[in-house]
DNA sequence: TTTCGACATGTCAAAACAGGAACGTCAGCA
DNA sequence: TGCTGACGTTCCTGTTTTGACATGTCGAAA
């Protein structure tokens, strides 16, 4: 439900057409909320019948840019302020450590070796995203540098857990 | 896709109902993959059918008790040793903050304090869970414990990068 | 001029997820 | 005896997500 807000807020930025979306998603939201091509279309369709975007400019090939609508930051600003957040937390690597005694010790052991390895890849990986943003003193770039933080801070968390975790292993 | 897994590795332990999977999701699971009764239901009918899991016992109410089978136990296995896990982390708590720039400052300070405080709370859900468990040294014990250390490093994480993040917000 | 990669959107089927309604049973207790 | 609360399953409706397939355009380079 809440990819319609991603979008809303993406959007509020400037406007863009899907397949613009679709790259800033990658580069950035794709860490909070992963979405696909089809799931992006069909969200821009339906917030267009809503009233909540608008296609402001018709490019070459088709491209349908959309702009928010003022009904649309109206609904940004509600979820963003009125919408208690909800932890979904789905999390496969959290669940498989609760069943770490159906596989051998040693097993064990090497899957959260992996997982100390896997975090500090992506530990590795944010911090080169940092490097490659020149950041200014915009809202935005605040935004960003938060949510990027979040990342490094999780992942240096984790990579001390599976570490303690691997040694609780006997 | 997971959730057969969860449902799995629960009845490694030993048979149970949907009722009692149920229960037990609640007290342990749920944190790490939240499900409800009807997926729950609908998932060990396929289990079923998919020779994974089998009916050892009928009981009163209609009751019927489930156990793994071999096949079970290999697929569980299989998922723990060679599936890569993948990050899904859907997170609208950490979406919303790309977007703080739409809200005013007090409002974007005010969503992460109260970030801080459900982080807070949490942590002492989970210290209060801790408390009511009588640990052992039994393997499941030890799973329990490393996951349960993995909540409450990850909200005392939180609670410090939502202090932090609030204090960027001028 | 052809070809190729980036641009750009749309549709479909299947699975997963969410929430609840509907139905019935059993044990204990007032 | 009748009530209540815990036990226990099934079905239904609707949305979200995934992944693949289909379709076509434009610009630049070979």
Redesign the interface.
């Known amino acids: 439900m ?1 990819l319609r ?2 979008l809303l ?1 993406l959007l ?1 930025e400037r406007p863009a057409s899907g397949y613009d979306l679709l790259k800033r998603f990658e580069t ?2 794709a ?4 979405a696909t091509q089809s799931q992006m279309y069909t969200e821009l369709s339906k917030l267009a019948d809503n009233g909540l975007i608008s296609v402001s400019t018709q490019g070459p090939r088709g491209r349908k840019e959309y702009a928010l609508t003022d009904e649309g ?1 109206a609904e ?2 509600h ?3 009125e919408i208690k ?19 051998t010790p040693d ?1 064990a052991r090497s ?1 959260l070796t992996e ?1 100390m390895e ?1 975090s500090e890849q ?1 530990h590795e990986a944010l911090r080169r995203l940092a490097d490659s943003i020149d950041w200014g003193d915009d ?2 770039s ?6 990027l ?2 990342g490094l ?2 992942n240096t ?1 984790r990579r ?2 599976a570490a ?2 691997a040694d ?2 006997r």
Do not use: C
């Open positions: 809440s807000h991603a807020g509020s950035s939201l860490n909070a909320w992963p930051l940004l600003r979820w963003l302020t957040p909800q932890r979904h937390t789905r999390s496969d690597i959290l669940l498989r450590v609760f069943f770490l005694n159906v596989i097993q899957y997982l896997l992506e809202p935005l605040v935004n960003g540098k938060i949510a933080e979040y801070r999780f968390m001390k857990w303690w975790a609780q292993i």
